[in-house]
């Protein structure tokens, strides 16, 4: 059975990916921002989830999109939801490795720090995924995924270059896990407010049903 493809700015993504089980893209949007008057792209996102998230769900059934999306606990529920999340971001504008690192690295130092979680073992870790992102030059239409298994602390980040053999990373500090979570899915905390704004109208809809 084919799978669907669905565009987010003009990118292919396949509405299903199977990783240990199928997965749907529930969430999807880009982040942008304006830069001298000029409207600019970064990358485009993706997120694919268990659709057994929904059970997990439940107190928020009968909420609406808009409700839903004004609502962090409803993010907090779907990132502590105890099931399979997938990431796909596919770059727009070029961008070296060096640049995207730094992104996480203040991102996801800031969240740690304002929540008295980083330490020593959260630097160490943060830095080995600075470093792997170092080298590498994001041209248009690279992907980055993040995998984070359904009873699992680790998240295992895959990027894939033009001409070159995907290179893996597996992080395994639980905080830096879930910052890297919030930075994606944390509701007014995330970097992409068109997919924090999708997630909320498709969640609402399945929760619904």
Request: proline share 2%.
């Amino acid at each position: 059975m084919a799978t669907e493809e669905v565009f987010i700015d003009e990118i292919s993504y396949p509405s299903k990916i199977t990783t240990t089980k199928p997965l749907s893209l529930l969430g999807k949007g880009i982040t942008d921002m304006e830069i001298h008057f000029i409207h600019v792209k970064f990358y485009s996102i993706g997120v694919y989830l268990d659709t057994e998230v929904v059970s997990h769900l439940q107190q928020f059934k009968g909420k609406s999109a808009k409700e839903l999306e004004e609502n962090d606990e409803f993010f907090d529920a779907l990132i502590s939801a105890p099931v399979e999340k997938f990431i796909r971001l596919v770059v727009i504008k070029e961008i070296k490795g060096a640049q995207y690192g730094v992104q996480i690295e203040s991102s996801v130092r800031d969240r740690l720090a304002a929540e008295d979680k980083y330490e020593d073992e959260e630097e160490e870790a943060l830095e080995k995924v600075v470093e792997f992102f170092q080298s590498k030059y994001f041209k248009k239409h690279s992907a980055i995924t993040y995998h984070f298994p359904a009873n699992s602390a680790t998240a295992e980040i895959v990027v894939t270059l033009e001409g070159k053999e995907d290179s893996k990373y597996v992080i395994e500090n639980a905080n830096v896990v879930e910052a890297i979570k919030k930075w994606y899915l944390g509701g007014s905390r995330a970097v992409s407010s068109t997919t924090i704004n999708s997630l909320a109208s498709t969640l609402s809809v399945e929760l619904s049903k």
